[in-house]
């Protein structure tokens, strides 16, 4: 069973480190633009991450491929991040993928493109 709160204290921060990004820029730039500025803001905050991280998609347990995740957290947390003028369930279910295949429990979906920030927490209920 998963816990409702796991990592709630890290995706926290995270979340607070994307706010002030997207205060700072709003919306309107590139992804790359949103990724730049969040690394400053992570390592600033303390938080280790790897950024543009390679990792192995696993088929049944047999790597098939790999992916860049835009920053893997503390080894414990995907973060996926969209520059959209609105996230659409196809965005959503991508991430969700990512975290299976990964086999990650957590993961956050942010997207700096709208006028307000948007995140999502997603929960992987398939982990192992």
């Not at 998963?2 to 590139?30: D, P, R, S, W």
């Not at 938080?47 to 098939?64: C, D, G, Q, V």
């Amino acid at each position: 069973m998963i816990e409702e709160g796991k990592y709630k204290e890290l995706t926290g921060k995270i979340i607070g480190c994307a706010m002030e990004v997207h205060n700072v820029l709003g919306c309107g730039f590139q992804e790359v633009i949103y990724q730049r500025a969040l690394e400053i803001e992570m390592r600033n905050a303390g938080i280790a991450f790897l950024r543009e991280f390679e990792m192995s998609i696993l088929y049944k347990e047999n790597p098939i491929g790999t992916r860049r995740v835009d920053f893997f957290v503390e080894n414990v947390i995907s973060v996926e991040l969209k520059a959209l003028t609105a996230l659409e369930d196809v965005n959503i279910t991508q991430a969700l993928n990512y975290l299976e295949a990964y086999n990650l429990e957590i993961g956050l979906l942010i997207n700096f493109g709208s006028k307000r920030l948007v995140f999502k927490r997603l929960v992987n209920s398939k982990y192992k």
